[in-house]
């Protein structure tokens, strides 16, 4: 099958489940894209038309949250988050790891298990939070940050797990990991700052749509590409390259451009997400499948519920943040790659059961909240 060919029968398909999804069987697009993916990688043994234009929708994606954060914003909520960012490394990597370690696993995938049950999945989040028209709601702020101290952290775990599975690694390359980050969020903050603001005036005259949103998408792959490069992740570099542009007054320009492609090319995400996924007909360590299932719940929850009321949300919006943060993704899908049989088997069924679970919940969250605060209502008029 040729390359044009392949790309248009994926359009097609994607097309046909999301109207399914949507309009009959009323489940997120998100999560039909996802078991398509898994049905897909049975068929289809080269995906790499779906995991290039899946990066670039996922690019694109968090280079639009980041214009949502101006420099000022973020350093002045970021003091603010430091620790539910902590609370959530110690519940999500810390005990797991001991849970792990009780069912009988070595340090070493105990520590691999930490690190899959950690990190929420930006993706999926963002977009939810999209589609459900929830970008505005008081928890959405805390939501963002969180999943960006996630992305920070997800990488120096990768880097670890890498170097004690055998891979190399030493605390230089700890060292040079941390700084590269810093470096990056520094430049961007100068272009936000500086640079930008000088250059607004050049980019204002720039009339032509097609052209813009060539310049709009190159300077957010190639940051997303340095960011690659340097070892971090895309998301980190294509939301600085958001924020690069967050003090200009050419936001609304930009995402109106940058929106159509990104809503053609993310779609492409979730459905490599799914090729990802391994499955096979005997499920290893059931209990302990389900025990950390059940955990990943608890544990999110907990990061949302007491990590919202240290950020200054109120119980019932800091609740509603716990439970729209039970999906897991990208990073859990990297890390279960570092996994070998029985081990790597577990983790693909872990995502998959968890993204299902942690999709349904974020949509439920409102609902669930209200029916929760109003039974501690009627509880105490009683």
């Known amino acids: 099958m040729n390359l044009l060919l392949a790309t248009g029968l994926f359009l097609l398909i994607l097309f046909f489940v ?4 949507t309009k009959v069987i009323n489940l997120p697009d998100i999560l039909l894209y996802i078991i398509l993916g898994l049905v897909l990688s049975n068929i289809f043994n080269d995906n790499k038309v779906i995991e290039t234009a899946g990066e670039m929708g996922l690019v694109l994606l968090f280079f639009i949250l980041g214009m949502d954060f101006s420099v000022n914003r973020l350093k002045k909520n970021g003091r603010r988050v430091w620790k539910a960012g902590l609370l959530d490394v110690l519940l999500g990597i810390g005990v797991t790891m001991l849970i792990c370690k009780l069912f009988g696993l070595d340090w070493v995938s105990s520590l691999l298990i930490g690190g899959i049950v950690y990190a929420t999945s930006s993706s999926i989040t963002a977009k939810l939070l999209q589609d459900k028209n929830r970008t505005e709601n008081k928890e959405s702020e805390f939501l963002f940050l969180i999943l960006i101290f996630e992305d920070l952290i997800a990488p120096i775990l990768v880097t670890v797990l890498i170097g004690v599975t055998g891979k190399g690694f030493s605390p230089y390359d700890f060292g040079s990991l941390l700084l590269k980050v810093i470096v990056m969020a520094a430049i961007a903050v100068l272009f936000a700052k500086i640079v930008m603001k000088k ?11 097609d052209i813009f949103i060539v310049l709009i998408a190159g300077v957010a792959l190639c940051n997303a590409g340095i960011a690659v490069f340097f070892g971090l992740s895309e998301v980190i570099g294509a939301f600085l390259a958001g924020l690069m542009f967050s003090e200009t007054s050419m936001k609304d320009k930009i995402e109106k451009v940058a929106m159509p492609l990104r809503n053609v090319l993310l779609p492409f995400f979730f459905l490599n997400f799914g090729t990802h996924v391994k499955l096979t007909g005997e499920i290893p360590y059931p209990v302990l499948l389900a025990v950390l299932v059940g955990w990943s719940i608890i544990h999110k929850v907990a990061v949302g519920y007491f990590g919202g009321r240290w950020y200054g949300l109120s119980g019932y919006h800091s609740l509603t943040a716990g439970l729209s943060l039970t999906q897991r993704g990208e990073f859990s899908v990297i890390i279960a790659g570092l996994a070998a049989g029985a081990l790597n088997v577990f983790a693909s069924i872990y995502i998959l059961i968890i993204t299902i679970i942690g999709t349904i919940l974020f949509q439920l969250a409102p609902k669930l909240n209200k029916l929760v605060y109003d039974k ?7």
Do not use: S
């Open 18 to 21: 999301g109207i399914i999804g």
């Open 199 to 209: 250059a607004e005036p050049i980019l204002k005259n720039i009339r032509n749509d």
């Open 376 to 382: 501690k209502i009627r509880f105490r008029q009683t």
